[in-house]
């Protein structure tokens, strides 16, 4: 664990290109206290929206939630979700976007329609085109691509199967990182997996490691079988393999499997887990070239997003609390606060009609600057 630690200490110093599908994350909350007269359906009453980075951009948010810093290339159209999505990456100084702009085609963007207290996901509305990028757009991706891999220490590919990962520029990232000695970590999509032949690590969930293997992938014995059946068609180094409450799997070509379980959390939204996923393992691959400890931050760090709502990132301190022992942490990180169940927690009790009071240990709470508790 130490040496996960070190590692930890170090991931400022990682930077990842990052090529995938950028769309923008919409987020509508509010409370479902009726059905409608229209029709059967819920009428959600919106308290809230909330725009977020998303699909590929949402790893390289949660790499530099990380202290990494980020180049990210990608497509976008020339619309209001293209200008939200500039702004918001403007916002993040770690992230340097290198944007193609395809006037012929929308930014995706997805709407999710969110009951506040529950965090239940009552809809998703869809803006996109999920169809191939031109060959001039799919040059000027390239071109950007590669330009920035002799600057970068790890390399991501973000397929959400929108267009912009052609086989084309697969082929041309994977190929120019190899020569150059740089892993190339894939999130892949789709069910023929061999176009990213030659990819450091893939990181399918297991109902794509099914599809791309046509095989059964239940059990630990079928989901290390179907992984070492794809090490095969893919030439990678290893696969992992992300369960949801079963945790990861961890396939490499040569050795032993290594399944790490979930750590018990109350989920509250999955959305965007898999890009924390992919965005912990390519920074610490960045640093060093260890799976194993690579693997177990990567699966510490999804069970601390599903906790959020929401695409979520978290911190190093949020990792390293949920990963080290707590022996381990200093005494500021060993003081672990999730904002949003005090949220849900006071609106409960207001909307009972019930008085909120503060007794031992407020000063802590005020000394730390926390004056937000207080005045909710």
């Known amino acids: 664990m130490h040496d996960i630690d070190q590692q930890l200490a170090r991931l400022d110093q990682a930077t990842v290109l990052c090529i995938g599908d950028l769309m923008l994350d919409d987020f509508v909350y509010g409370e479902v206290t009726r059905i409608s007269p229209e029709a059967p359906a819920p009428v959600l009453a919106v308290t809230r929206s909330e725009l977020v980075i998303g699909g590929g951009g949402n790893v390289a948010r949660n790499l530099a939630s990380l202290g990494a810093h980020c180049f990210f290339v990608g497509v976008v159209g020339e619309d209001d979700s293209s200008a939200s999505l500039m702004r918001a990456l403007a916002a993040e100084p770690l992230i340097e976007p290198h ?198 931050a990567a699966n510490a760090a999804a069970a601390v997003v599903v906790g959020k709502r929401g695409t979520a990132t978290l911190s190093i301190a949020e990792l390293r609390s949920r990963l080290l022992p707590a022996s381990s942490l200093a005494a500021e990180e060993k003081i672990i606060f999730d904002w949003s169940v005090l949220d849900e927690r006071l609106h409960e009790w207001r909307r009972r009609g019930l008085r909120i009071g503060f007794t031992n240990g407020c000063f802590d709470l005020l000394h730390r600057g926390h004056v937000k508790l207080l005045a909710q």
């Open 99 to 296: 944007l193609v702009v395809d006037a012929t085609r929308p930014t995706t963007r997805k709407v999710r329609f969110v009951s506040e207290h529950f965090s239940t996901h009552l809809l998703r509305a869809d803006w996109e085109l999920a169809k191939t990028i031109s060959p001039e757009i799919e040059k000027n991706v390239i071109d950007r691509a590669l330009a920035l891999l002799p600057d970068v220490t790890s390399v991501v590919l973000s397929d959400y199967a929108k267009g912009v990962l052609t086989p084309r520029v697969i082929r041309a990232v994977i190929d120019a990182a190899r020569k150059l000695g740089k892993p190339v970590i894939v999130d892949p999509k789709g069910k023929d997996f061999s176009i990213y032949r030659g990819a450091t690590l893939i990181t399918p969930n297991r109902h794509e490691l099914a599809e791309a293997t046509r095989r059964s992938a239940v059990t630990d014995a079928e989901i290390v079988s179907a992984a070492a059946e794809l090490n095969r068609i893919v030439g990678s180094d290893a696969v992992l393999v992300t369960r949801s409450e079963e945790g990861v799997t961890f396939v490499p070509a040569g050795g032993p499997p290594i399944h790490v379980p979930a750590y018990p959390v109350k989920v509250r939204d999955v959305s965007g887990a898999g890009d924390t996923v992919v965005a912990v393992v390519a920074a610490m691959l960045a640093i060093e070239r260890e799976f194993e400890p690579a693997v177990r």
